[in-house]
């Protein structure tokens, strides 16, 4: 019975501690007629916007909009020659690591994505990154490869303009630039403001990628990162969750179709699938496809280690050298935007409830539960023990005294006989024995 009891108390609360970790759209029910917590954006853009910002530099844009079919997370920096950066694990392109291991280690990230393409395996291969890789005008892979690539050039020969680089070029010309940031990808997706997702299929190495064919890597419906430039000259990161009961990616096709909604005039696709994950300082703040290891619970997930992360800066980026950057303004301020699409083509699901929570809810009301809840439940179980010991003993003390007999001073009188103290019951005697005990006395 007490343990019935226990389990009433205990289980409600488990419950209501783990909503309450979850966010709105982790713990409630979506249908297409509702707003949702989550930013939406339809194409065209037509639905007015509900800006928040998370800090001075850092700016999250919601549009409030239909049903999604994914989940995005885009960032837009200006003046990306001082803003945004290329990094590598701490002991190198060999290595691997998280992209907040590596933000962390470099310091002054604010924002920081996965990045290129590389050579997975056990811990003791070599994670090589495949294609060429600059860091903060240093090589730090040399490889030329028949793919993609995306960079950012520094003023020279007297020219004091920095260009930004999308396209295939030869090895001789990609050694012989002056190369601030420089990373490989695989598939042009947009070109001059158009898709061109089929014309680059033509000259891409899908050696890379492992999902087989490059039809194949081309038509799958999975986590996507991309990068891009508009024609104002903000760059742009676009990463896309999936892998995920509700919504599974998206095609290249269609990230490129939404690259063009979002303003792109170039931009090309990185390293995707289960290494897509988006940090925000220590936060990270997508769902990771990758299932955290040494765990049975699905449910939780786990950044993936890689070898090259992207990298938004909130202030000027320290690391570039000062002979690239002699033209640098350190009042210059990139505006970061994040916000959640949606592409009004895809199939919706048509009235079909939604209803979900993410591994960050779950782990958050885990937490909860076993650092606040349970110890909680233990010393409320203690507690009442402790009461019903109370209780019983002062209930047997009672019967104690009413075992021992009436009150000594309230049941009679008091009479001294030899000096010591007598107690005579109170009695009500019968008339007859009344007037004999007078005629006695």
Excluded at 12 to 26: K, S
Excluded at 260 to 273: E, F, K, R, S, T
Excluded at 323 to 341: C, D, E, G, K
Aim: hydrophobic letters at 40%; one cysteine or more; proline letters at 5%.
């Amino acid at each position: 019975m007490k343990f019935l009891w226990f389990a009433a108390v205990v289980a409600p609360l488990i419950l209501i501690a783990t909503c309450l970790e979850a966010t709105p759209q982790e713990r409630k029910q979506r249908t297409t007629d509702e707003v949702l917590p989550f930013s939406v954006v339809t194409f065209p853009r037509t639905a007015s916007r509900d800006k928040e910002y998370l800090s001075k530099s850092i700016l999250k844009d919601r549009v409030p909009g239909g049903f999604s079919t994914f989940v995005a997370h885009m960032y837009t920096a200006k003046d990306p020659i001082h803003h945004f950066s290329v990094l590598q694990p701490k002991r190198g392109c060999g290595t691997l690591d998280t992209p907040g291991m590596t933000a962390d280690a470099s310091g002054g990230c604010d924002v920081a994505t996965n990045g290129g393409f590389f050579i997975p395996g056990d811990d003791v291969v070599d994670h090589k990154c495949i294609g060429p890789l600059v860091s903060n005008g240093y090589w730090r892979h040399h490889e030329h490869r028949n793919n993609v690539m995306f960079g950012v050039r520094a003023p020279h020969d007297g020219d004091t303009t920095v260009s930004y680089f999308f396209g295939y070029m030869d090895e001789e010309t990609m050694e012989a630039s002056r190369w601030l940031q420089l990373v490989s990808g695989v598939v042009w997706l947009v070109k001059d403001g158009k898709v061109n997702v089929q014309n680059s299929m033509k000259y891409e190495n899908f050696t890379a990628e492992r999902s087989g064919t490059g039809e194949t890597f081309r038509n799958l419906r999975a986590p996507r990162l991309a990068v891009g430039i508009t024609k104002t000259g903000e760059l742009i990161l676009l990463a896309i969750d999936g892998s995920e009961p509700d919504w599974e990616g998206l095609t290249l096709d269609d990230v490129a179709q939404v690259l063009v909604g979002l303003g792109a005039v170039q931009a090309i696709n990185l390293d995707g699938g289960g290494s897509v994950s988006v940090f925000e300082g220590d936060d990270i703040v997508n769902v990771p496809s990758d299932v955290c290891p040494n765990t049975t619970f699905p449910k939780y997930r786990c950044a993936r280690k890689v070898s090259s992360v992207m990298c938004l800066h909130a202030y000027a980026n320290p690391r570039i050298t000062r002979t690239a950057t002699r033209h640098r303004s350190q009042t210059i301020l990139p505006s970061f935007t994040t916000f959640t699409v949606s592409v009004s083509q895809h199939a919706q699901l048509e009235g079909a409830p939604q209803s979900w929570m993410s591994s960050e809810g779950l782990q958050r009301g885990a937490i909860l539960v076993a650092e606040v809840i349970i110890p909680l439940a233990i010393v409320m179980w203690v507690g009442w023990h402790l009461l019903l010991k109370w209780r019983q003993y002062h209930a047997a003390a009672g019967d104690r005294v009413r075992l021992a007999g009436p009150d000594t001073e309230s049941d009679g009188e008091a009479s001294d006989v030899g000096g010591d103290v007598a107690v005579e019951p109170d009695v009500e005697l019968r008339p007859e024995l009344a007037s004999k005990v007078v005629e006695t006395v």
